[in-house]
């Protein structure tokens, strides 16, 4: 069974650049999840879709990001503008479901490390 | 606001040592999930418990949920090399979906 699919995988940009990122899920996983680590941090949830409907962005800075899943399967992350402080890795999640309380197993892609100059 | 806190934040010891990790939160968790993160992937889960005093065992690692479902040990028996990454803790909340996540505890393991 393929894994959860990132690209690219490493990300060079300046200040005020935009930059997006590209997530092709498990086979058959209706919940897919962005997170972004900050070095030194755990995952931090950016936002939620079951299949391509968005359930949780409530910690999505959405005057710079924007994520779709329009078809219910990849999806895309944005930043634009692009600032220092967006240095990080974005990984991005499946689950065949949402589960309650976290029971869901999540498969995460290697991560897109993203430097912001 | 609920909050993993992980400790130690780094470990390094010699192959061969045991070791301890813990979880800790004032809240109550449904379930909490351990991972492993080695560089340049992303976190792989490797148990689940979710009953109070649960405590599950692969291979030399040892997972230990608190009884009141506050707080988790994971516990490395004979450590070698492999076992090298950031281990990183995640809470069930009871009310909804998400995970709660710890900062992640980055052991590294000399041969």
């Known amino acids: 069974e393929a894994g959860v699919a990132q690209s690219p995988r490493y990300k060079i940009i300046e200040k005020r650049q935009s930059v997006a990122f590209w997530c092709n899920p498990i086979?058959?996983?209706?919940?897919l999840y962005w997170y972004q680590q900050i070095l030194g941090q755990g995952p931090k949830l950016l936002i939620q879709?079951?299949?391509?409907?968005?359930?949780?962005d409530s910690q999505l800075p959405k005057d710079r990001f924007s994520a779709e899943r329009l078809k219910g399967v990849d999806s895309t992350l944005k930043i634009q503008p692009a600032k220092l402080e967006d240095s990080a890795v974005y990984l991005c999640?499946?689950?065949?479901?949402?589960?309650?309380?976290?029971?869901?197993?999540?498969?995460f892609g290697p991560g897109t490390r993203l430097l912001v100059l | 606001t609920q909050l993993l806190e992980q400790s130690p934040q780094f470990l390094s010891i010699q192959e061969g040592e045991n070791l301890t990790v813990y979880c800790n939160s004032s809240?109550?968790?449904?379930?909490l999930q351990w991972y492993r993160q080695e560089p340049g992937e992303g976190p792989v889960l490797l148990v689940t418990?979710?009953?109070g005093g649960e405590v599950k065992k692969l291979k030399r690692l040892t997972f230990q949920f608190g009884d009141a479902r506050k707080d988790s040990s994971l516990h490395i028996t004979a450590a070698q090399p492999g076992d090298t990454g950031l281990y990183l803790c995640?809470?069930?909340?009871?009310?909804?979906?998400?995970?709660?996540w710890g900062a992640g505890t980055k052991l590294i393991i000399k041969p």
């Open positions: 995640a809470g069930g909340r009871p009310d909804n979906y998400q995970l709660i």
């Open positions: 809240s109550v968790f449904s379930s």
């Open positions: 418990v979710v009953t």
């Open positions: 086979s058959g996983h209706a919940t």
């Open positions: 879709f079951q299949n391509n409907g968005v359930v949780d």
């Open positions: 999640a499946s689950s065949l479901g949402s589960g309650q309380g976290g029971m869901k197993t999540q498969y």
